[in-house]
T-cell receptor, first 113, second 114 residues
């Protein structure tokens, strides 16, 4: 079984709709992250969480919100989707410490029409 | 904030040829450096990392990278590539004094031709 899972894997939605992307992990890590990937832009950090009570904005948090429901679960919401939020979204986890490695989920491909 | 520059967006190379993917970062007192690989339709996975010690770091699949502090570089190399190495490669940097934040480069698409 995968250590970091994301649902859904693919989603098509319309402008203005609310959508939630979910991430679960079985690695027991405290830290979780949401990134988006756009061609030629690499990965950009949306939000990150160092533990259940800690939520931090990343580089591009506008238009997104997150919820850390439990140590193992970290959800990303688009309150009112717009076409330029069409992208590949990745969840990642890492353990505590200065030298941590991030482990990535398989990604969610989102298309906003 | 850190900045990470991957100097080549695309690198085409023939099978069994050597390859170098270049990465430079903005300077800091201490940094941790990473290379991640993304195969088609998959998430990222760690290829190798430099934390401290020897500046030559060996990773999976025959890749290695050299940390050069004076040039603030962390170039990735492989002496002989295979078709299966076709993927996108991301360099990432984390400041030693900052917890948790990785800064990624824009990626280099390596395409290996037969």
């Amino acid at each position: 079984d995968a250590d970091v899972t994301q649902t859904p894997r693919n989603r098509i939605t319309k402008t203005g709709k609310r959508i939630m992307l979910e991430c679960s992990q079985t690695k027991g890590h405290d830290r979780m992250y949401w990134y988006r990937q756009d061609p030629g832009l690499g990965l950009r950090l949306i939000y990150y969480s160092f533990d259940v009570k800690d939520i931090n904005k990343g580089e591009i948090s506008d238009g997104y919100s997150v919820s850390r429901q439990a140590q193992a679960k970290f959800s990303l919401s688009l309150e009112s989707a717009i076409p330029n939020q069409t992208a590949l979204y990745f969840c990642a986890t890492s353990d505590s410490g200065m030298q941590e490695t991030q482990y990535f989920g398989p990604g969610t491909r989102l298309l906003v029409l | 904030a850190q900045s990470v520059t991957q100097l080549d967006s695309q690198v085409p190379v023939f099978e069994e040829a050597p390859v170098e993917l270049r990465c430079n970062y903005s300077s800091s007192v201490s940094v941790y450096l990473f290379w991640y690989v993304q195969y088609p339709n998959q998430g990222l996975q760690l290829l190798l990392k430099y934390l401290s010690g020897s500046t030559l770091v060996k990773g999976i699949n025959g890749f290695e990278a050299e940390f050069n502090k004076s040039q603030t570089s962390f170039h990735l190399r492989k002496p002989s590539v295979h078709i299966s190495d076709t993927a996108e490669y991301f360099c990432a940097v984390k400041r030693g004094s900052t917890l948790g934040r990785l800064y990624f480069g824009r990626g280099t698409q390596l395409t290996v031709w037969p």
